[in-house]
């Protein structure tokens, strides 16, 4: 079984199936495992994206004419998996960096609290007069202020001190994307693919002009690629039973790209 048939149209039905069985089996042993539980978290992500990559495809009469858009989106998944596979790439490590994946919704809440209350719109308006305002501004200050020191900026001083805090990251991770690529082996992917997809995500004037260096008929076997790598990490820390046929299809996705 080679990739090219893999990933033709005639198997996106059991690419789709597949991803429906891990996330089921693996939301089954969720439980107390905040491995288990940020797996999941990025592989419904990256499934939900993969499918609507597919309905791109499926509905753009010009094969070229959805590349920009599905460029945004490999983006996005690439980004999720460079995510998930950094939180189990060292076994002692990965307990700690899935709770602080988990965790960092205490911060995004409390920033996105911030950022919407100190104006004066008609959302925050509404907001602001909601009878249920005081407490849910207690409970998110409060997981805040039990979480932040987790994610304090660290800023090195002319004196070669260090100051910690008290600001806090825009990410859970405190190495970049294209740091987490090179710790992970993934600078080549990084540099040639995902670099490339940025413009797409802020249409910059190369990437509305040009497009992604990706031709249409490729951007779903990258998008199963990537799919197929993260559903592999569930099935590996789940150790998940799926059938021959799943296991084929990951063995020949995960393979390096290039």
Known sequence: MDKEKLTNDSVDETMLDLLKSVIGQANEKIEDNDIGRALLFFTVRIANTWRSIRTLRN?????????VDAGTLLRAMFDAYLQAEYIVHEPNLADQLASDYLEFEHVERFKSMTAVMKHENSLSEHL????????GEARINTEYDRVKSRYFIRKKRADGTIKVGPATRNTWHENN???I??????????????RNFHGCVHSSPFAVRSGPMLAGEHVVDWASTIAARVAKLNVDHHNLRISEIY???LSVLCKPYF
């Open 59 to 67: 509905n753009t009469a010009d094969a070229e004419g959805f590349t």
């Open 177 to 179: 994307l294209a740091e």
């Open 181 to 194: 690529a090179r710790l992970l082996g993934k600078e080549d992917e990084y540099d040639t693919l995902l």
């Open 128 to 135: 602001k007069a909601s009878p249920k305002r005081t407490a």
């Open 247 to 249: 296991t084929s299809i």
